[in-house]
């Protein structure tokens, strides 16, 4: 596609229920990043993907947190027993890395999740 | 990764010239200096990326001095629609291109008519 897609545009959950929000980068991109931003604030890194692998998974607050990108190209991240303290905007980047541009991110329009 | 300081919020008249100054005291000798531009309800947007003097593209110039402990973003004659939370980034290019960065709170541009 021509930019970056995730999918639901918003997910409303109750308390400790499971949630998967799912990210399409730009095609060709190796590299894909998922930030949460809460509001007012900035996006926070989470984790980091380099092909199927996860690079950098330092930013997960914990272990309810999972993410998992089989293929290279679409990433799905997994909350499990949802707290209301994850609500949030959860934005996906892509970025072709290891270019000689910029290191450009390219971020989706983000997912709202609500934790009732 | 370096931390960054920047105004929490700036307010600017249209066709006025901007500048936001971003401090990066502790920026390492690997790391490059990134500008995004994040408007409501939308995820950010790469600006402007460099790593010393002056960097200009269509949109913005980027001026960092010698010792890189701070940089400063040009937006010319801003509009109504430059609007937004620009945020500045400091983080490393790995062999692999990866940049982890660290967002702060950004400053909030007001464009005012």
């Known amino acids: 596609g021509a930019g970056v897609s995730q999918t639901p545009s918003n997910k409303v959950t109750e308390k400790g229920k499971y949630v998967e929000l799912r990210c399409d980068p730009i095609?060709?991109?190796?590299?894909l990043y998922w930030y949460r931003q809460s509001l007012g604030q900035g996006p926070e890194f989470l984790i980091y993907f380099q092909g199927t692998g996860a690079a950098d998974d330092s930013g997960l607050p914990n272990d309810r947190f999972f993410a998992v990108r089989p293929e290279g190209s679409v990433s799905t991240l997994k909350i499990q027993r949802t707290e209301r303290g994850d609500s949030a905007v959860y934005l996906c980047?892509?970025?072709?890395?290891?270019?000689?541009?910029?290191?450009?991110?390219?971020f989706g329009p983000g997912t709202r999740l609500t934790v009732l | 990764l370096a931390k960054t300081t920047q105004p929490i919020s700036m307010d600017s008249y249209e066709g006025q010239e901007v500048n936001i100054t971003c401090s990066h005291n502790?920026?390492?000798?690997?790391?490059?200096i990134t500008w995004y531009q994040q408007f409501p309800s939308q995820g950010p947007r790469f600006i402007i990326q460099?790593?010393?003097t002056k960097v200009t593209n269509e949109v913005a110039s980027l001026f960092i001095p010698a010792d890189r402990k701070s940089s400063t973003l040009s937006l010319p004659r801003v509009s109504l629609s430059d609007t937004a939370v620009y945020y500045c980034l400091v983080g490393d290019l790995n062999s692999g291109g990866y940049q982890k960065v660290t967002f702060g709170t950004g400053t909030k541009l007001q464009v005012i008519p």
């Open positions: 095609s060709g991109h190796t590299a």
């Open positions: 980047a892509s970025s072709l890395a290891g270019t000689e541009r910029y290191n450009e991110q390219f």
């Open positions: 460099g790593y010393k």
């Open positions: 502790n920026i390492a000798t690997n790391d490059y």
